[in-house]
């Protein structure tokens, strides 16, 4: 019902920026909520920031001040801009959308990860 495309990922060095993407398509009443989340083979998928459908943010403590979350409501995308980038961010990153479905009910979806690596 909904398509997320993420994009943006890739390699980088420490001290790096990079910016990632996630558009949301779909026969939906609203999106609301988004956010991004990250995944490592050794931990949970954690939160990384959210931003509602009226632009509050909330972010991780470890990417306060280095991680900005937007939204194009227009496009129903999310965008992740990091930077100062660290080793320990590398992860794979996949943005949640939320949304309100025709049927008025609650759901959410996962986008497809994209990797971004950081080398020391």
């Known amino acids: 019902q909904v398509r997320l495309v993420e994009s943006g990922g890739g390699l980088v060095q420490a001290g790096g920026s990079l910016r990632l993407s996630c558009a949301a398509s779909?026969?939906?009443?609203?999106?609301?909520?988004m956010g991004w989340y990250r995944q490592t083979p050794e931990k949970q998928r954690e939160l990384v920031a959210t931003?509602?459908?009226?632009?509050?943010?909330n972010y991780a403590d470890a990417v306060k001040g280095r991680f900005t979350i937007t939204r194009d409501n227009a496009k129903n995308t999310v965008y992740l801009q990091m930077n100062s980038l660290k080793p320990e961010d590398t992860a794979v990153y996949y943005c949640?959308?939320?949304?309100?479905?025709?049927?008025?009910?609650?759901?959410?979806?996962w986008g497809q990860g994209s990797q971004v690596t950081v080398s020391s």
């Open positions: 931003i509602t459908s009226s632009g509050s943010t």
């Open positions: 779909g026969y939906v009443f609203s999106f609301n909520a």
């Open positions: 949640n959308v939320a949304y309100t479905t025709r049927a008025l009910t609650s759901s959410n979806d």
